[in-house]
């Protein structure tokens, strides 16, 4: 990935203005009715386009949703969750060859970007830009919420925001200035996810000693006892990510991948 001066100096700005707010952050689910000025999210939009990209091509686009039938539109696709119409702004981002196909094919040059590498890169892109945004809209004030729901009904997103063929909705984000400040969930240490050198395989008793605190906590204990399950691992598997679900999204996703020509 190609980072010139200025977007390097710039990322490191954001990233120094934001490590105070890193600490304390929190996904925000509940805004105030104030609306979030049309200037400020395009000064945001252009923070984030100073991210790193692949070979410079900026293989992503944001769609931006703030009328209420179109947000009551999408929010089946989002399993109707209370945030998508709530937020006064509703953000898709894209994973975006479209644009750059067309350019070459206007410039007398055949692009050879219908695979699946070129989605993958356009997919790196797109979640980087994302990040980026998200960073400086927090810095800025405002609450952010991923929404995993995308990737899982791709296609119906597609239908209603009228996606043409080689982009695909990657994430999306509620935004908005924040109504309430919600208790911060728990991470794992560090030693769970840093390694050093190579990749060092848990043992069963470093796994028991990552895991212990996020089970031990009151609202965790609260999950398994109201659904009625042994661990806190069985609330993943069998009920927030089970096998048969994964599954149906996989073959969606795949499907759509292939439907939007990479």
């Known amino acids: 990935m190609d980072i010139d001066a200025y977007s390097l100096s710039l990322q490191l700005n954001l990233i120094f203005l934001y490590m105070d707010y890193l600490e304390s952050r929190r996904s925000i689910r509940k805004y105030t009715g104030q609306p979030v000025d049309d200037t400020l999210l395009n000064r945001l939009f252009n923070l984030?386009?100073?991210?790193s990209t692949t070979g410079n091509m900026q293989l992503y686009s944001v769609i931006t949703t703030r009328s209420e039938a179109m947000k009551k539109?999408?929010?089946p696709a989002h399993f109707n969750q209370p945030m998508v119409t709530q937020a006064p702004v509703l953000l898709t981002f894209c994973a975006d060859f479209n644009r750059f196909n067309q350019w070459c094919k206007q410039r007398k040059a055949e692009p050879g970007y219908d695979n699946f590498q070129s989605f993958i890169t356009a997919l790196i892109d797109?979640?980087?830009f994302t990040q980026t945004f998200c960073m400086a809209a927090e810095r800025e004030g405002l609450g952010i919420c991923y929404i995993g729901t995308t990737t899982y009904n791709p296609d119906k997103i597609i239908d209603i925001l009228e996606i043409p063929q080689h982009v695909v909705p990657i994430t999306t984000i509620t935004l908005g200035y924040p109504s309430e400040i919600?208790?911060?969930?728990?991470?794992?240490?560090l030693e769970a996810f840093v390694h050093h050198e190579k990749y060092n395989d848990y043992t069963p008793e470093q796994i028991d000693k990552i895991y212990t605190y996020k089970e031990s906590l009151p609202e965790n204990l609260k999950f398994i006892a109201e659904n009625s399950k042994e661990t806190l691992a069985q609330i993943f598997t069998d009920i927030r990510y089970s096998k048969v679900n994964n599954k149906h999204f996989s073959d969606v996703l795949l499907r759509v991948i292939k439907e939007q020509g990479f």
Do not use: H, N
């Open 48 to 51: 984030a386009a100073r991210s």
């Open 73 to 75: 539109a999408l929010a």
């Open 126 to 128: 797109a979640v980087i």
């Open 182 to 189: 919600p208790v911060q969930p728990d991470r794992l240490p």
